[in-house]
């Protein structure tokens, strides 16, 4: 995870606080936790806290309901959307998987180049290093 993400999905704000910050009653957030809508972390006294991830998925879940979204919709919604978010993390994780191994096979491919033209030419490393750079066929200049 993240290091901004570890900050967003803090468990920071009470009930009273998550109610004010997303304009809902705190009994409608009780709902929306008992039907799996949201997960707010706990104290040890038990008290519901709630982070900036959870505020941002109430007021989507807001938004979702005030659009005429029965909270079935809404919880497929969420799926499909957090499905996405994990399907963008492993895309870009795939690409910096391809760019390392290009560059290993750019690395390999000169590693080639210079023990092939080694083997063919002279014990001269100069010479080696010309014809690998198309400096010229290393005879004197």
Known sequence: M?????????????????AELTGMHPQ???VYEQKGLVNP????????????????????????TDEGINLAGVVRII???????????????LREKVRRMEEE????RVQERITS????DSSNPEAVMRKLLGGGSGDGE
């Open 2 to 18: 993240a290091r901004s993400d570890e900050g967003r999905n803090k468990p920071l704000y009470m009930i009273s606080v998550a």
């Open 41 to 64: 972390g706990r104290s040890r006294g038990n008290t519901r806290l709630y982070s900036q991830a959870d505020i941002d998925r109430l007021n989507l879940i807001s938004k979702l």
């Open 79 to 93: 799926d499909m959307r957090e499905r996405e978010l994990e399907l963008q993390d492993e895309v870009e994780q």
């Open 105 to 108: 096979l750019r690395e390999y």
């Open 28 to 30: 409608t957030l009780r």
């Open 117 to 120: 033209l080694a083997r063919y």
